[in-house]
């Protein structure tokens, strides 16, 4: 991955684990230890799922630039899909309090949406690659 992709991933990874870790404590208060591993689970669920997005996005948008638009939308229905998926599988779990797994789940990828969206503002992207190589050369003559 190239840095400015890096930059961008962790950039909406760290606000992301923030929000997990202030509603880990949160869900710990207010649910116990069952609330702060379902809101723990849930921010592990969503860091995975976006960050897996956003690299393909990536890949997709430099080998296949003119699928980039279709895919990128193509790409967050189905990660909401499959986000609505999990919050449907734990419903009745035990495992962890499903209450706070699933606002975490909400929060989570609401904060990387708004993380992403702020890296992507801030960042200098080009949007032509200059030429690394070979550039024509200019002689004095005209032909």
Known sequence: MPSNDVRILAQ???PTAAVGAIAAVVSGVVAGGKGAIGAGVA???????MGIGLYVLQRTAKSLPHLFQ???LML????????????????NTTLFH??????????GTLA???????????????YVEPDSGNKPEKSGHSS
């Open 43 to 49: 921010t592990l669920i969503v860091i995975l799922f």
């Open 112 to 126: 990387w949406i708004a993380a992403q969206t702020r890296a992507h503002m801030k960042s200098k992207i080009l």
């Open 70 to 72: 279709a895919m990128g």
């Open 98 to 107: 499903p209450k706070a797994f699933a606002l975490t789940l909400v929060a």
């Open 12 to 14: 909406a990874a760290v």
């Open 76 to 91: 967050y229905a189905a990660q909401i899909l499959l986000l609505f998926v999990f919050l449907a599988a734990f419903k």
